[in-house]
């Protein structure tokens, strides 16, 4: 089994930043895919960004660039540092992994992904 806690959401301004960390128990391996996710209220959650393969990363386009993604394995720890934010960013924000390594196709794809954390909420205002 595996826990994850997320912590760190909040409110901002646009422009502004904030970082996301996400405690991680259980059985992990730094070879599993590991990521951050977000739903906004009416829409579908999707992938923002992912580690995976000891240290490779993905990002969605609409991130790239100012969201960076970080694995602390002493701490067992993920991070989101999220940078130059938009009011389109704000959501609940989540981390989730799955014991296995994804192709890279389904890396962003939430539904591979079966251990989530209950989230933690970003607002970004305008």
């Known amino acids: 089994q595996v826990q994850l806690a997320e912590s760190g959401g909040g409110s901002v301004q646009s422009g502004g930043s904030l970082r996301l960390s996400c405690a991680v128990s259980?059985?992990?391996?730094?070879?599993?895919?590991m990521g951050w996710f977000r739903q906004a209220p009416g829409k579908e959650r999707e992938g923002v960004a992912v580690?995976?393969?000891?240290?490779?990363?993905r990002y969605a386009d609409s991130v790239k660039g100012r969201f960076t993604i970080t694995q602390d394995n002493a701490k067992n720890t993920l991070y989101l540092q999220m940078n130059s934010l938009k009011p389109e960013d704000t959501a609940m924000y989540y981390c989730?992994?799955?014991?296995?390594?994804?192709?890279?196709?389904?890396?962003?794809?939430?539904?591979?992904?079966?251990?989530w954390g209950q989230g933690t909420q970003v607002k970004v205002s305008s």
């Open positions: 259980g059985n992990t391996n730094s070879r599993y895919s």
């Open positions: 989730a992994t799955v014991r296995s390594a994804l192709p890279v196709l389904w890396l962003l794809d939430p539904a591979k992904y079966n251990y």
């Open positions: 580690i995976y393969g000891g240290g490779s990363t």
